[in-house]
Nanobody, 124 residues
Framework: QVQLVESGGGLAQPGGSLRLSCAVS????????MGWFRQAPGKEREFVAG????????AYATSVKGRFTISRDNAKNMLYLQMERLKPEATALYYC?????????????????WGQGTQVTVSL
């Protein structure tokens, strides 16, 4: 059974940084795309960033492009999201997800396993 466990969330000030991590076990991590999604209170889950199976192809939501960086370490079965210049609107529960295929997908239906999420709060 594939399991994903996020960590690294917390409270950050506007303009600050956080690095999220996602530990993956129980599957062929290096064979599939990975993604980060987020869900703010009262809003639908939305795509944040995606990464193909070897880490060469990436995609970002327009709202985070240039400030967030997705990466993976296939040797360690780890996925990361480096978040810079954080804004209050980034406050949400962040989920990592395992793709169904090698290439990332902008839609949540393109992912078959999800973590429980890690809370990110951006506030003074």
């Amino acid at each position: 059974q594939v399991q994903l466990v996020e960590s690294g969330g917390g409270l950050a000030q506007p303009g600050g940084s956080l690095r999220l991590s996602c530990a993956v076990s129980g599957g062929l991590f290096g064979a599939y795309a990975m993604g980060w999604f987020r869900q703010a209170p009262g809003k639908e889950r939305e795509f944040v960033a995606g990464l193909d199976w070897i880490g060469s192809g990436t995609a970002y939501a327009t709202s985070v492009k240039g400030r967030f960086t997705i990466s993976r370490d296939n040797a360690k079965n780890m996925l990361y999201l480096q978040m810079e210049r954080l804004k209050p609107e980034a406050t949400a529960l962040y989920y990592c997800a395992k793709g169904r295929e090698r290439w990332y997908n902008y839609r949540s239906a393109g992912y078959d396993y999800w973590g429980q999420g890690t809370q990110v709060t951006v506030s003074l």
